[in-house]
């Protein structure tokens, strides 16, 4: 019946469980596997050709919040992490549209097709406790083998707050540039002397000044806290307000 399910990326097929409980076997009989679920720094887990969970470490564990690693067992990443899109179709995660963008599953494929390491960054939005946010992973999938059966180990690094604090620095340093060239700009015209309101400048260079030190006192705040989980507070305001 797997061989039926439609996709819109990666292959459909799903191992059952006799399949998954003697792959499962295999993979903890490796003494390597075994080693690098016990000491790799960050998130890991062990694929088979299907994508599926065979084995994982404590820290991702941790990170899913469960307990019994047989739960996961048999499921993929994106079901285990619980993104929204992994139930888009009827054969899971990796066979939706979205999935042809998702950086994890085109490492797996990737690396499952082209037989050597892949690394990608993942975005994704996942679900649990009654709401969504957004994640983003460094993916790396390495293939390896055991009995010469294909497996593939899956190293996550969660930088979600890396990413938002860069795009806080890319927002604010794009925001400073802007109000620095309108200080330079009036600063030079105040030099020669010349044009149009002349006796307003001083006034819209301190104007500009504030603007600017605003600017850095709203960074500084935003650096001391936690990207993200920052509350909103919406008040009306006035349109010609807004334009001025």
Known sequence: MSAKLKTHFAPA????????????????????????????AGLLAVLNRRRQILALNHALLAALRVRDPEAVLGLRPGEAIRCVHARDMAAGCGTGKFCASCGAAIAIVSS??????????????????????????????????????????LFLQDISEEERRAELERAFFHDLKNVVMGIQGASQLMA?????????????????????QAEIAIQQSLSRGTPGRYAPRIEAIRAGDLLA
Do not use: N, Y
């Open 192 to 212: 020669k002397g010349t044009g149009a309101g002349m006796a307003d400048w001083p006034q819209q260079i301190g104007r500009m000044a504030s603007r600017l």
């Open 13 to 40: 097929e799903r191992s059952g469980k006799a399949e998954i409980a003697r792959q499962v076997r295999d993979v903890s009989s490796s003494s390597l596997v075994s080693g690098l679920l016990e000491t790799a």
């Open 112 to 153: 499952l097709k082209k037989r050597r390491p892949v690394d990608q960054k993942c975005i994704l939005t996942v679900a649990g406790g009654g709401e969504t946010r957004d994640l983003c992973f460094r993916v790396k999938a390495h293939p390896f083998r055991v009995r010469k059966e294909p497996f593939l180990l």
